[in-house]
């Protein structure tokens, strides 16, 4: 019985451990601009080792973002997966650079859990789907 209980209470704190993305609103704040986030599915999110999340207006920025603070190590970095609107690991999506504002032509990035997905949504848009190791060398270039 005790093994029991214990084997529970180990299982709940695993649980309780893990992390979990706060949701994203139009009308949310970037950490990084400051701009309004105007398109959730384009969002990103890093959570500190404290647990705190800090929101982002597209996976661009946050790139950026991490790219000008090299020293922050956060426990968590997460994009939203522009076909399902669901959280992925950053370093698990693919990405495809396109515009993302037909009244400015703004391009960033649009990420996908699945690289089919990507590499389809990139000859649509006349893109290359790539990794977030590519996407970090990129925003260095920006």
Known sequence: MR???AALVALALVGCSSLVPLPIRAGDT???CGRVIAEPKLAAEIIDAGGRAYKFETAGCLAKYLVNHPSEKPAGTFVTDYST???VA???AT???AVIDQSTMERNYYAFRS???ATAFAKEKTGTAIDWTAV???V???
Request: glycine letters at 4%; one cysteine or more; charged letters at 30%.
């Open 140 to 142: 260095k270039g920006d």
């Open 85 to 87: 609107s669901k959280w």
């Open 3 to 5: 093994f029991a209980i």
């Open 95 to 97: 990405y495809v650079r």
């Open 30 to 32: 970037c950490y990084a």
């Open 90 to 92: 950053a370093s698990d």
């Open 115 to 117: 690289a089919d997905t």
């Open 136 to 138: 970090q060398r990129q």
